[in-house]
């Protein structure tokens, strides 16, 4: 038996007034009862309890012990209801607009059919995000290189990949490319994770090739640049998952087959002082497994 739990049968003891009332409540023996008390006067050193044959009295100092041992109690029993609370709140989860517009539903679904008991709040958001600072538990996010930091695990989960795209309209009017420098020569739709693309430096199975281009629009908003391509207002670089559907309606048209930015790695991220919750723990490996079966790469 362990510290606190002589420290619950000594108050129940003397909240009780007799080590058999006490028995009878915890449904145990007046012996055991009896062992525990004296297993924690030995521990503590000093005598908690004067029995007699008639009576039982607190020592002075297992008066100011009992006061003690109370307080010690309820903080324990505080701390056990907030975690309890902690446990049946939702798992906060942060996810790029693009992956959970389109498959924020295909990978939650299984999820919530494995894990009933779970309760997730999935925020869709481009922005960099501080996880504590903005109440998030798990962040998937396409980094260049995660955060650099002991209070936060990074797991790689996949790679994301972009290829060149333009609407048929925007080509009969311009021209397809047909090499990499002719880029230089077209409007370009850039990502903010080009650096509001004023290069893109691409590559292929032979070469690199860094390419000034002429940037009309830039956003870190997936679907406005597809939107925008579709339209016919320049040429863009996108998921090949993303637009997919797009290419096979002939939307769009994959210009430079084999010329790409090189793959990002796909992140999911979390606090290292979640890692012990077991929501955290059945979300984190879920992902994991789920990741490379899909198709963000």
Excluded at 90 to 99: A, F, K, L, N
Excluded at 163 to 170: C, G, K, M, Q
Excluded at 260 to 289: C, G, N
């Amino acid at each position: 038996m362990n510290l606190l739990s002589r420290m619950e049968t000594f108050v129940r003891v003397v909240h009780a007034g007799s080590l058999s009332a006490a028995a009878r409540q915890l449904r145990v023996s007046t012996a055991a009862v009896s062992r525990h008390l004296s297993e924690l006067e030995h521990e503590v050193g000093a005598s908690l309890v004067a029995r007699t044959t008639r009576r039982m009295t607190l020592t002075s100092v297992g008066q100011r012990y009992f006061e003690r041992c109370q307080r010690v109690l309820a903080e324990v029993a505080g701390a056990q209801a907030v975690a309890g609370e902690l446990a049946d709140s939702p798992i906060r989860i942060s996810m790029p607009v693009s992956v959970g517009v389109l498959a924020g539903a295909e990978l939650m679904s299984p999820l919530l059919t494995q894990h009933p008991e779970l309760r997730i709040d999935l925020r869709l958001e481009d922005r960099l995000i501080d996880l504590a600072l903005d109440d998030v538990d798990i962040a998937v996010r396409v980094v260049a290189q995660p955060p650099m930091s002991d209070q936060i695990i990074a797991v790689p989960l996949s790679t994301w990949s972009r290829i060149l795209v333009a609407a048929p309209s925007y080509l009969r009017t311009t021209g397809t490319p047909a090499s990499v420098e002719d880029l230089a020569k077209h409007v370009a739709l850039a990502s903010g994770r080009d650096g509001r693309g004023t290069t893109w430096n691409l590559i292929n199975a032979a070469r690199t090739a860094e390419v000034r281009v002429n940037t009309r629009f830039a956003t870190n908003g997936g679907h406005t640049l597809r939107e925008l391509a579709i339209a016919g207002h320049g040429v863009t670089l996108l998921p090949p998952w993303f637009v997919a559907p797009d290419l096979k309606r002939r939307r769009l048209v994959h210009v430079l087959p084999g010329w790409a930015p090189a793959p990002t790695v796909i992140y999911l991220l979390y606090r290292a002082e979640l890692r012990k919750q077991r929501p955290v723990k059945i979300v984190v490996d879920y992902l994991r497994r789920a990741y490379p079966a899909s198709e963000h790469g």
